[in-house]
């Protein structure tokens, strides 16, 4: 079975670069969840030989106190059967979107992993489906709460299995209002770190608190408290072909976050993205980020930056303090959300560099302070160069030619000085177009 590592907790920090932006893209989130005793923190998640009636997948045997429970096993491979059929079919239909999934990736059968029942006496399944040459698995779950049929329930799908050597489960609360992970990986001796929530502190950096936990038999059910993220982290220290996964808390719940009305997106000055997209993207990106927690939201800065390209930047702070900038970018027919974390307080006065792809022209500083307008961006760059830009009246710095010359500035330390000459807001060039917010909140 899995228990708690006596004694360890091990803290991943974030540190702000300059402003604090701990660089999110498109999806944080952390407290650390209480330490119950050992026993509780992890229950037993053995299992044994799959019977001929039940497959497992890569010839794992399936783990979990129902793995020989042959009636419970045929019932959820058959509810999954279903489930695929009906992707089958939005797939022929030309409507697999509307499942927002991948596709079905040959049909192979469903085979189960895990058949267990949680402290609340519901019983949980993960199946994996359409398998190739045992290199990848989507990965399914049913969670049929104490009472219901798995014929009654829907079917979820949580993080892939790639190698099978990765790690993928299940999160949810159950009906005492605490969260559980089921975490499964390869079968043998294994020990995980679990983390439940990013911390955002006032500087603007992130921490995030793991919880090493270990297993006989590679599976375990692990009590978390109360997270407050819709992720939960979980990887295999040391093992470098395992990169930390995320796994979605209550995937039967969808989120609608709380952002009410956003500041200035319907005023006359707005000149950013489509107020529709910015909103939808926003809450999009807010659902994956911060959940259900209450939130303010403003617009900081919209324009349009190149030919093809409108921008909205957005200040999104968090009842309790937590502080990002997030960008909404519309370019064509598409559109991008890019967010960072900064200090609570000056968050509204971080300049944003952008960083155009090679079409789109000059290396732009977005300075979202009205003291900046008309005043002067001092930039420090390669070997102490000091360069001093002008701040146009739409808050735009032009800082480069083309991206070729955007790398010496990043993380190059900058002063923004009103057109008086006061300074306005000191940092370091921050810039988060490409990166993946999903890495980062794993970190």
Same mark, same amino acid.
């Given at each position: 079975?899995?228990?708690? $590592?006596?004694?360890?907790?091990?803290?991943?920090?974030?540190?702000?670069?300059?402003?604090?932006?701990?660089? @999110?893209?498109?999806?944080?989130?952390?407290?650390?969840?209480?330490?119950?005793?050992?026993?509780?923190?992890?229950?037993?998640?053995?299992?044994?030989? &799959?019977?001929?009636?039940?497959? $497992?997948?890569?010839?794992?045997?399936?783990?979990?106190?129902?793995?020989?429970?042959?009636?419970?096993?045929?019932?959820?491979?058959?509810?999954?059967?279903?489930?695929?059929?009906?992707?089958?079919?939005?797939?022929?239909?030309?409507?697999?979107?509307?499942?927002?999934?991948?596709?079905?990736?040959?049909? !192979?059968?469903?085979?189960?992993?895990?058949?267990?029942?949680?402290?609340?006496?519901?019983?949980?399944?993960?199946?994996?489906?359409?398998?190739?040459?045992?290199?990848?698995?989507?990965?399914?779950?049913?969670?049929?709460?104490?009472?219901?049929?798995?014929?009654?329930?829907?079917?979820?799908?949580?993080?892939?299995?790639?190698?099978?050597?990765?790690?993928?489960?299940?999160?949810?609360?159950?009906?005492?209002?605490?969260?559980?992970?089921?975490?499964?990986?390869?079968?043998?001796?294994?020990? #995980?770190?679990?983390?439940?929530?990013?911390?955002?502190? &006032?500087?603007?950096?992130?921490?995030?608190?793991?919880?090493?936990?270990?297993?006989?038999?590679?599976?375990?059910?692990?009590?978390?408290?109360?997270?407050?993220? &819709?992720?939960?982290?979980?990887?295999?220290?040391?093992?470098?072909?395992?990169?930390?996964?995320?796994?979605?808390?209550?995937?039967?719940?969808?989120?609608?976050?709380?952002?009410?009305?956003?500041?200035?997106?319907?005023?006359?000055?707005?000149?950013?993205?489509? &107020?529709?997209?910015?909103?939808?993207?926003?809450?999009?990106?807010?659902?994956?980020?911060?959940?259900?927690?209450?939130?303010?939201?403003?617009?900081?800065?919209?324009?349009?930056?190149?030919?093809?390209?409108?921008?909205?930047?957005?200040?999104?702070?968090?009842?309790?303090?937590?502080?990002?900038?997030?960008?909404?970018?519309?370019?064509?027919?598409?559109?991008?959300?890019?967010?960072?974390?900064?200090?609570?307080?000056?968050?509204?006065?971080?300049?944003?560099?952008?960083?155009?792809?090679?079409?789109?022209?000059?290396? !732009?500083?977005?300075?979202?302070?009205?003291?900046?307008?008309?005043?002067?961006?001092?930039? !420090?760059?390669?070997?102490?160069?000091?360069?001093?830009?002008?701040?146009?009246?739409?808050? +735009?710095?032009?800082?480069?030619?083309?991206?070729?010359?955007?790398?010496?500035?990043?993380?190059?330390? +900058?002063?923004?000085?009103? #057109?008086?000459?006061? /300074? /306005?807001?000191?940092?370091? @060039? #921050?810039?988060?177009?490409? #990166?993946?917010?999903?890495?980062?909140?794993?970190?």
């Amino acid at each position: 079975r899995w228990i708690p $590592a006596v004694g360890a907790v091990v803290v991943v920090i974030g540190l702000a670069a300059g402003f604090g932006p701990g660089l @999110l893209s498109s999806p944080g989130r952390h407290r650390s969840a209480p330490q119950p005793a050992p026993g509780q923190t992890a229950r037993g998640a053995g299992g044994g030989e &799959p019977s001929p009636d039940v497959p $497992a997948a890569f010839g794992w045997p399936v783990r979990g106190d129902l793995a020989g429970d042959v009636g419970f096993g045929r019932a959820v491979l058959g509810r999954f059967r279903r489930d695929q059929e009906l992707r089958r079919d939005q797939e022929l239909r030309g409507d697999q979107e509307l499942r927002g999934d991948q596709p079905l990736r040959g049909g !192979k059968p469903p085979r189960l992993m895990y058949a267990g029942t949680l402290p609340d006496g519901s019983r949980l399944a993960l199946s994996a489906v359409g398998h190739d040459d045992e290199l990848y698995a989507r990965v399914l779950s049913l969670h049929v709460p104490r009472g219901s049929l798995p014929q009654s329930v829907d079917v979820h799908e949580v993080n892939p299995l790639v190698d099978g050597h990765s790690v993928t489960g299940w999160v949810g609360h159950l009906r005492d209002g605490f969260a559980h992970a089921v975490v499964l990986a390869a079968p043998g001796k294994r020990r #995980a770190e679990v983390s439940g929530e990013i911390r955002y502190l &006032p500087d603007g950096s992130t921490r995030r608190v793991w919880r090493p936990v270990e297993s006989g038999t590679g599976a375990a059910v692990v009590a978390l408290g109360r997270p407050l993220d &819709p992720f939960v982290a979980v990887r295999l220290p040391g093992d470098p072909s395992s990169a930390p996964v995320l796994l979605p808390v209550d995937p039967d719940r969808p989120i609608e976050p709380p952002i009410g009305q956003i500041g200035g997106l319907r005023s006359a000055s707005y000149r950013g993205p489509d &107020p529709g997209l910015v909103a939808d993207d926003l809450t999009r990106w807010v659902s994956d980020t911060f959940g259900r927690r209450r939130l303010a939201v403003s617009v900081l800065w919209s324009g349009q930056l190149t030919i093809t390209r409108r921008v909205a930047v957005l200040l999104v702070r968090r009842s309790d303090g937590p502080t990002l900038q997030v960008t909404v970018s519309e370019e064509g027919d598409g559109s991008s959300t890019d967010a960072r974390s900064v200090a609570w307080a000056t968050g509204a006065l971080v300049p944003w560099l952008f960083v155009p792809n090679a079409s789109e022209g000059h290396v !732009k500083l977005i300075n979202p302070a009205p003291g900046a307008r008309g005043g002067t961006a001092v930039v !420090k760059g390669p070997a102490g160069l000091v360069r001093r830009f002008d701040i146009g009246p739409d808050g +735009v710095a032009d800082l480069a030619r083309d991206q070729t010359q955007a790398y010496g500035l990043y993380g190059a330390p +900058v002063t923004v000085l009103s #057109a008086a000459g006061r /300074v /306005v807001v000191r940092g370091r @060039l #921050a810039n988060p177009d490409g #990166a993946s917010l999903r890495q980062v909140l794993r970190d």
